[in-house]
Antibody, heavy 120, light 111 residues
C-alpha cells in the first residue's frame, strides 16, 4: 500500500523560509520512472504544481516559482523535502505531495495535504 | 508556459451525461498525456483518468476520457450521473521541459 504524508509548520511568518517534508512508504524513489511532486492549493482555489524530483535525481520547478523553490530527496529515509523562501500571505495554501510516474507525469496517490498559513 | 482551460462549472441531472473540456493553449494535446483528478471537499485529489483514456480499476466505467486534436482539447465524460459524482475535476498535463500544469478546475453539480 502506497502512502504519503506531508509534515511541516502550520504557520510561518512573512519573509521566512518554509520547509516541508513528504514521508512515503510502499514504493522506492530509486525505482526507474518514479518521481515525487509537490502541489499546492490556496483555500477555495485551483491546484498549482510546484516541483518534481525523479528517481534519477532530476529536478523540475514551476517557472513562476523556480527562484524560491528547492526540492531534494533522502532515499534512505523515504523522504522528499521542499523548501520555499521568502514566504508571503499569498502562499497560504494546502500543500500536497504525490507519487508520480515519470513520462505521463501521472500523480497517484496523493498525501492528505498540510495547511500552511502565512501570517505575522 | 502553456495553459489548460476548463469551464468553471457544469451542472446536470442524475442519470444524465456530462462532458468537461480541457483546452491546451500551445503544443498538440496529443503529444503529452492528460490526466483527470476528482476532488471532493476537504479531500486530496484522486485519479479518474490517466494517460488520456485509461481508467484506474477502482473507477467506475461511467468515467471516460478522450482527446480531440482538432480542438486541441481533452474531455472527461461521466455518464449515468450520480449525486456522489458531485466534486471538482481537474485536468493536468506537462510540456517538453517536464513542467506540469493543472487546469483551473471544474465544479460539477448534480442536481
Amino acid at each position: 500500500q502506497v502512502t504519503l504524508r506531508e509534515s511541516g509548520p502550520a504557520v510561518v511568518k512573512p519573509t521566512q523560509t518554509l520547509t516541508l517534508t513528504c514521508t512515503f512508504s510502499g514504493f522506492s524513489l530509486t525505482t526507474s520512472r518514479t518521481c515525487v511532486s509537490w502541489i499546492r492549493q490556496p483555500p477555495g482555489r485551483a491546484l498549482e504544481w510546484l516541483a518534481l524530483i525523479d528517481w534519477d535525481d532530476d529536478k523540475y520547478y514551476s517557472p513562476s516559482l523556480k527562484t524560491r523553490l528547492t526540492i531534494s530527496k533522502d532515499t534512505s529515509k523515504n523522504q522528499v523535502v521542499l523548501t520555499m523562501t521568502n514566504m508571503d500571505p499569498v502562499d497560504t495554501a494546502t500543500y500536497f505531495c504525490a507519487r508520480g510516474s515519470s513520462g505521463p507525469n501521472w500523480f497517484d496517490p496523493w498525501g492528505q495535504g498540510t495547511l500552511v498559513t502565512v501570517s505575522s | 508556459n502553456f495553459m489548460l482551460t476548463q469551464p468553471h462549472s457544469v451542472s446536470e441531472s442524475p442519470g444524465k451525461t456530462v462532458t468537461i473540456s480541457c483546452t491546451r493553449s500551445s503544443d498538440s494535446i496529443a503529444t503529452y498525456y492528460v490526466q483527470w483528478y476528482q476532488q471532493r471537499p476537504g479531500s486530496a485529489p484522486t485519479t479518474v483518468i490517466y494517460k488520456d483514456t485509461q481508467r484506474p480499476s477502482e473507477v467506475p466505467s461511467r468515467f471516460s476520457g478522450s482527446i480531440d486534436s482538432s480542438s486541441n482539447s481533452a474531455s472527461l465524460t461521466i455518464s449515468g450521473l450520480k449525486t456522489e459524482d458531485e466534486a471538482d475535476y481537474y485536468c493536468q498535463s506537462y510540456d517538453r521541459n517536464n513542467h506540469v500544469v493543472f487546469g483551473g478546475g471544474t465544479k460539477l453539480t448534480v442536481l
